[in-house]
C-alpha cells in the first residue's frame, strides 16, 4: 500500500461524498467549531453539524475522519459524509488531527482521535448526543484511526467509537513502507488495525473497492475475519472492478478519481442500513 502526500484532489471527492438521502432534512451549509484539545499554540477543532429542531432524548453521533495518508487533509474534506448523517438525525463531527509532518506521527494523530471521542462523550449533553452511541467514520487513513480506536488501541485505556463505518480504510500496516516510514521506527504493528483485530472490537461496516491498490481488499478481509473470530459483526461490501474510494481509474488511485456513481450510492446505502439497524439512524 502506498498512501503519500499526492491526494490532494480527495478534498473534493469528500465534501461531494454522500448524496443527500430522498426526503432527508436540509442542513445548515457550515457546522459549529468548536476546540476539542490543544497543545502548547496548536488548537485541534471539531466540526459539530447538529441536526435542526429539538430532540426529546439524546441523539446518535458519528465522529469522522478524513483520509490524506496521514500526511494531507482536512475536516472539511468529509463535509459531504457529515451533512448526510446529519440529515438522518446524527450529530457528525468532522475531527482535526494532527498530521505526520516535523516529529508528529500517525500514532499522535491516534492519540488525537482517541481525546476527541473522550471530549464528545465529556460534553454529550452540551452537545445533545448519548455517550453510549458514539460512532466513528473513517475514509482511508482515517480508517485506521477509528479501527484503531475501537480495538482498544487508545492511549490509557480511553473508550473509541462504539460503532466503526469504514470507507477504502487503512488496515493491515504491520508490513506497510509508508506507513513504517512515518511512525519513525516505532512498530507499526501496535497500532494496525488486521494486527489488533483478535481483540474484538464494536460492529463494522466497511466499503471497499476490491482493486484497490492503496488500501488492498486482503486488509479488509483480514480485519473482518479478526472481528468475526473474536464474535463481533463486521459487514464487508466489496465493489468489483473499483479502486481505491471506489474509483474507475485504476491506473492513477492517488490523486484522479473517477468514482462509480451507482456504487457509491450503493456504498452510502449500506452503511445507512448498517446504521440504522443498531438504532443510529433513520431507515
Not at 432524548?57 to 448526510?84: C, D, K, Q, S
Not at 498530521?99 to 481525546?115: E, F, I, K, M, W
Amino acid at each position: 500500500m502506498r498512501l503519500c502526500a499526492k491526494v490532494a484532489t480527495i478534498a473534493g471527492l469528500l465534501v461531494a461524498g454522500w448524496a443527500p438521502a430522498a426526503g432527508a432534512q436540509v442542513q445548515p451549509a457550515t457546522p459549529r467549531i468548536e476546540t476539542y484539545k490543544t497543545l502548547g499554540d496548536v488548537s485541534l477543532k471539531a466540526h459539530v453539524f447538529a441536526p435542526a429542531g429539538d430532540a426529546a432524548a439524546p441523539r446518535p453521533a458519528a465522529l469522522i475522519f478524513h483520509g490524506g495518508g496521514w500526511v494531507a487533509g482536512e475536516p472539511a474534506w468529509t463535509y459531504g459524509a457529515a451533512r448526510v448523517l446529519n440529515g438522518q438525525g446524527l450529530v457528525a463531527i468532522p475531527i482535526e488531527y494532527r498530521l505526520s509532518r516535523q516529529g508528529v506521527t500517525p500514532a499522535d494523530a491516534l492519540a488525537d482521535a482517541c481525546d476527541a471521542f473522550a471530549w464528545a462523550r465529556a460534553n454529550a449533553a452540551r452537545l445533545g448526543i448519548d455517550p453510549a452511541r458514539v460512532a466513528g467514520y473513517g475514509v482511508s487513513a482515517g480508517g485506521q484511526l477509528v479501527a484503531t480506536a475501537g480495538l482498544g488501541g487508545c492511549p490509557g485505556g480511553t473508550k473509541g467509537p462504539d460503532l466503526m463505518l469504514l470507507w477504502s480504510p487503512a488496515l493491515d500496516l504491520a508490513r506497510d513502507g509508508w506507513f513504517r516510514k512515518l511512525m519513525g521506527g516505532a512498530d507499526p504493528s501496535s497500532i494496525s488495525p488486521v494486527s489488533l483485530a483478535a481483540r474484538g472490537g464494536p460492529p463494522a461496516a466497511i466499503v471497499q473497492g476490491a482493486a484497490d491498490t492503496l488500501t488492498p481488499l486482503r486488509g479488509a478481509e483480514a480485519f473482518c475475519a479478526g472481528l468475526k473470530a473474536a464474535g463481533g459483526p463486521c459487514e464487508l461490501h466489496v465493489y468489483p472492478g473499483l479502486g481505491h474510494l471506489l474509483t474507475r481509474n485504476l491506473k492513477n488511485q492517488e490523486s484522479d478519481f473517477d468514482i462509480d456513481p451507482e456504487a457509491d450510492r450503493d456504498g452510502d446505502a449500506r452503511l445507512n442500513a448498517f446504521l440504522a439497524a443498531r438504532g443510529y439512524g433513520r431507515p
